[in-house]
């Protein structure tokens, strides 16, 4: 049984770098990591992968030769890489004995919650090679600063868990510069637990392009909270306390923590109950240590 990760989130949100400073701190605990990139438009890697999708095709070949752009190329590549999964799979074979896997996809978001090509590829690899993977959605902390960009976020979230139907894990990242960008209207924890997004009504309304839409934004709010799936932890990359608490859930999430135990129920029974110890972590040591106190947060 093999464990692994599929990183995935809009461009800039952190993924090349979270696959980078993940790795490091897997090896430093003890894994033998092995990262695949899977996203033909990263040509310039800070890491060393086992896998690279570029052997296979390179966007800028199918730019080219097929007069796409980008976007289409990247769906293009994501389809052909589908075609020729033969290809992935010869190439992980040889690393399912003793490696811990980090999938590296793109950050074309419609990948992950338009098309199919990218889940059909993730469910032949979980199928044929007996992966256990969680899903890693990186959202850019910042955008909890701007109620608009918030809500989209929340909703691309969303309709990524129910499309690529993983074990999910969303996270803040860059929490470290969460401010760089303006104060937040609310403390830390109503950004993470996303349990009532009518507080943000108000604020959607100074913004008169935010205000036309008023109904708009109600009606995708509820949504968001009739489905009652979406929450967030918390990453600083640079930070080991940070990604060691995030480990533990992503453990918990795959099943990696199951790994090591012989297969008893009262065994297993042990670890799914007991403490969440991270979850302390996950927001108020969080927002005291990266989030300046301000007494007018609502």
Known sequence: MVFGQVVIGPPGSGKTTYCNGMSQFLKLIGRKVAIINLDPANDSLPYECAVNIEDLIKLSDVMTEHSLGPNGGLVYCMDYLEKNIDWLQSKLEPLLKDHYLLFDFPGQVELFFLHSNA?????????????????????????????????????????????????????????????????????????????????????????????????????LCDVIEDFSLVNFSTLDIQDKESVGNLVKLIDKTNGYIFSGIEASAVEFSKIAVGPLDWDYYRVAAVQEKYIKDDENFD
Do not use: W
């Open 119 to 219: 889940k059909t590829v993730i469910m032949k690899l979980i199928k044929k090679l007996n992966l256990r993977l969680t899903a890693v959605h990186l959202v850019d902390a910042h955008l909890c600063s701007d109620p608009g960009k918030y809500v989209s976020a929340l909703l691309l979230t969303l309709s990524t868990m129910l499309h690529l139907e993983l074990p999910h894990i969303n996270v803040l990242s860059k929490i470290d510069l969460i401010e760089n960008y303006g104060k937040l209207a609310f403390n830390l924890d109503f950004y993470t637990d996303v349990e009532d997004l009518s507080y943000l009504q108000h604020h959607l309304d100074q913004d008169p392009r935010s205000a036309k839409y008023r109904k708009l934004t109600k009606e």
